[in-house]
C-alpha cells in the first residue's frame, strides 16, 4: 500500500505514517499526473532501493533570479493546459520511500529532505527514478508564492546550524536575501555555495545579481563571464 499524503508542517503527524510499507510525499499544492503512477507501482514491486528521488517541477513563468528554469516541454499536456505559465524550475527530490524500523523523520527538520539522511544512516539505498512531482502553487497567485517563498526562508535559515544545507537550499536562502535587499548576506551564502563547487552556475548568476543590487558592475559582469566560461566548457564536453 501507497499512503498519499498532504503535509503541513505539524511534523509529528508524519510519525504516525509509519504503519505502512511505502510513503509517497506530497504538500497540498502539489500533484502527480496520473500516467506516471503505473511507474510507482513499478518501482515498489521491484522493492530494489529504500527510497526514490523524483523530478520536480515547480511551474512559474518567473526567469529573474533563477537559472534552472525550463521552458514547457509539452510532456504533461492536459497539466500545461491548466497552467498560465511559461515553465518551471527543474529539480530533484526524495519524497517516495519504503517504511523500515529505523527511518524516521528528524523533527527539529522542517523540510522534506531531511528522510534521505535516516536512510543513509540505516544502510538503505537511493536511486533517481523518471517520475515528476509537479507543484502548482503558481496557480494560487503571487501572494501566496511570496508568502510560500517567505516560509521556506525561514525554514531554512532555522535549520543552517542543524545540518550541511544542499547548495539549492543555500540558493533559496540567496534569493530570499535578495528580495529582503540585503545583498551583502547574499553575497556571503554565494561564496559558500561557490567553495564547494565552483562551476555551480546558478550562484554565478545570483553573485551578478547581488553585485548589480551593490552597483558593483564590474564584479557583476565577472561573474556573468563565468557562466560563459562553464558553459563552454560543458559544451565542449558533450559534443
Given at each position: 500500500m501507497v499512503l498519499v499524503?498532504?503535509?503541513?508542517?505539524?511534523?509529528?503527524?508524519?510519525?504516525?505514517?509509519?504503519?505502512?510499507?511505502w510513503i509517497l510525499s506530497i504538500d497540498a499544492d502539489e500533484t502527480?499526473?496520473?500516467?506516471?503512477?503505473?511507474k510507482i507501482e513499478k518501482v515498489i514491486k521491484n522493492n530494489s532501493f529504500s527510497g526514490y528521488i523524483l523530478k520536480s517541477r515547480v511551474h512559474t513563468s518567473v526567469q529573474e533570479t533563477v537559472m534552472d528554469w525550463r521552458p514547457l516541454d509539452g510532456s504533461y499536456p492536459q497539466g500545461e493546459k491548466r497552467l498560465k505559465t511559461g515553465g518551471f524550475l527543474d529539480?530533484?527530490?526524495?519524497?517516495?520511500?519504503?517504511?523500515?524500523?529505523?527511518?524516521l523523520y528528524d523533527e527539529r527538520i522542517q523540510g522534506h529532505e531531511n528522510i534521505r539522511d535516516a536512510i543513509l544512516k540505516s544502510g538503505g539505498t537511493i536511486q533517481n527514478v523518471d517520475i515528476t512531482l509537479h507543484d502548482y502553487g503558481c496557480l494560487k497567485g503571487n501572494a501566496y508564492t511570496?508568502?510560500?517563498?517567505?516560509?521556506y526562508f525561514r525554514i531554512d535559515l532555522s535549520e543552517v546550524p542543524l545540518r550541511r544545507l544542499k547548495e539549492y537550499q543555500l540558493r533559496n536562502l540567496v534569493i530570499g536575501y535578495?528580495?529582503?535587499?540585503?545583498?551583502?548576506?547574499?553575497?556571503?551564502?554565494?561564496?559558500?555555495?561557490?567553495?564547494?563547487?565552483?562551476?555551480?552556475i546558478p550562484?554565478?548568476?545570483?553573485?551578478?545579481?547581488?553585485?548589480?543590487?551593490?552597483?558593483?558592475?564590474?564584479?557583476?559582469?565577472?561573474?556573468?563571464?563565468?557562466?560563459?566560461?562553464?558553459?563552454?566548457?560543458?559544451?565542449?564536453?558533450?559534443?
Amino acid at each position: 500500500m501507497v499512503l498519499v499524503k498532504v503535509i503541513s508542517f505539524f511534523l509529528f503527524h508524519r510519525q504516525f505514517l509509519f504503519f505502512l510499507s511505502w510513503i509517497l510525499s506530497i504538500d497540498a499544492d502539489e500533484t502527480i499526473a496520473r500516467c506516471d503512477l503505473p511507474k510507482i507501482e513499478k518501482v515498489i514491486k521491484n522493492n530494489s532501493f529504500s527510497g526514490y528521488i523524483l523530478k520536480s517541477r515547480v511551474h512559474t513563468s518567473v526567469q529573474e533570479t533563477v537559472m534552472d528554469w525550463r521552458p514547457l516541454d509539452g510532456s504533461y499536456p492536459q497539466g500545461e493546459k491548466r497552467l498560465k505559465t511559461g515553465g518551471f524550475l527543474d529539480n530533484r527530490v526524495l519524497r517516495l520511500f519504503r517504511r523500515e524500523k529505523n527511518i524516521l523523520y528528524d523533527e527539529r527538520i522542517q523540510g522534506h529532505e531531511n528522510i534521505r539522511d535516516a536512510i543513509l544512516k540505516s544502510g538503505g539505498t537511493i536511486q533517481n527514478v523518471d517520475i515528476t512531482l509537479h507543484d502548482y502553487g503558481c496557480l494560487k497567485g503571487n501572494a501566496y508564492t511570496l508568502r510560500k517563498q517567505k516560509e521556506y526562508f525561514r525554514i531554512d535559515l532555522s535549520e543552517v546550524p542543524l545540518r550541511r544545507l544542499k547548495e539549492y537550499q543555500l540558493r533559496n536562502l540567496v534569493i530570499g536575501y535578495l528580495n529582503q535587499k540585503a545583498p551583502d548576506k547574499a553575497l556571503h551564502l554565494l561564496r559558500r555555495i561557490l567553495k564547494r563547487n565552483k562551476e555551480y552556475i546558478p550562484a554565478h548568476y545570483l553573485s551578478a545579481i547581488a553585485y548589480r543590487e551593490k552597483v558593483c558592475f564590474k564584479q557583476a559582469i565577472t561573474c556573468l563571464k563565468n557562466i560563459f566560461r562553464i558553459k563552454k566548457i560543458i559544451w565542449m564536453l558533450s559534443g
